[in-house]
């Protein structure tokens, strides 16, 4: 028996389509973006979510007749593309498995992780390229009202797409390592029930004292640790793993040292 599964063992070996050496080209990363983008910007879960997200705000924004605040209607597409970035990125991690075409990907001479950069760059090139927009239109639209005019800075505007990149990698990362839908809705559940989002919010006005270099350090940590994690699933090296994890001890360390006394 020992010998008939270490023939086995030998043969799948022998049998296994090597791993590409060469690096992804940035042609066919591209490519793979611009059709995740699409898929991710039309799909289901991105859009529901910031109708649903408005139709909250608009309830919670006044009474009848009232008119909706602008601050209300950008804060709602805000928090409906932040929970639609979430399960649409997730989503497009899983599709491969889904679809049951992971194994198939393995003969193609380009190397493992073109997938995932490709699904990264979608992400890029949809998600947060439209927060891009969103955060110049709400600088714009903001600036000069008299009550919320002084905490809408450069500072307030370049957090929104950090933040939209930092929750769709995190989406894209749960989704190579998890192999369900529930990935997606349970990081949104965790941010919300157990309160994730009040030890150090995503996004801080200036007004709240924080520590501007840190909190981009912790933004930019984040961004980095499930990128790395995500491309560590394809391939699991040591450098990646490594540079997730100096990623993760950087953002805590950003994340503690901004952390007012009593919290926020």
């Known amino acids: 028996m020992a010998t008939s599964l270490r023939a086995v063992l030998v043969d799948a ?18 490519a793979l973006g611009r059709i995740e983008a699409r898929r991710m910007l039309l799909h289901p879960s991105f859009l529901i979510g ?32 932040l929970v639609g970035t979430v399960l649409s990125a997730n989503i497009a991690a899983l599709r491969p498995r889904r679809d049951q075409m992971q194994e198939l990907f393995g003969a193609l001479p380009a190397p493992p992780e073109t997938r995932t950069v490709g699904v990264l760059a979608g992400l890029l090139l949809g998600p947060v390229a439209i927060s891009i927009v969103l955060a110049a239109v709400g600088w714009w639209a903001l600036r000069m009202d008299e009550n919320i005019g002084p905490d809408i800075d450069v500072f307030l505007a370049l957090q929104i797409p950090l933040t939209v990149a930092a929750l769709g990698t995190i989406g894209v990362a749960i989704g190579r390592w998890v192999p369900s839908l529930l990935g997606g809705p349970v990081v949104i ?76």
């Open 50 to 81: 910031i109708a649903f997200a408005l139709f909250i705000m608009r309830g919670a924004s006044g009474s009848e007749g009232t008119r909706l605040d602008p601050a209300w209607l950008l804060g709602g597409i805000l928090v409906g593309m």
């Open 13 to 30: 070996r022998a049998s296994a389509i090597p791993h590409a050496s060469v690096r992804p080209s940035v042609a066919g990363v591209w």
């Open 189 to 264: 559940a965790a941010h919300i029930m157990t309160g994730i989002i009040w030890v150090v919010p995503w996004v801080l006005p200036t007004a709240t004292d924080v520590d501007r270099p840190r909190h981009m350090i912790y933004l930019a940590a984040a961004i980095t640790t499930w990128v790395a994690l995500a491309l560590a699933r394809d391939r699991r090296t040591a450098p990646r793993f490594a540079i997730a994890a100096g990623a993760l001890a950087l953002g805590v360390v950003a994340a503690v040292q901004q952390v007012p006394p009593g919290g926020w």
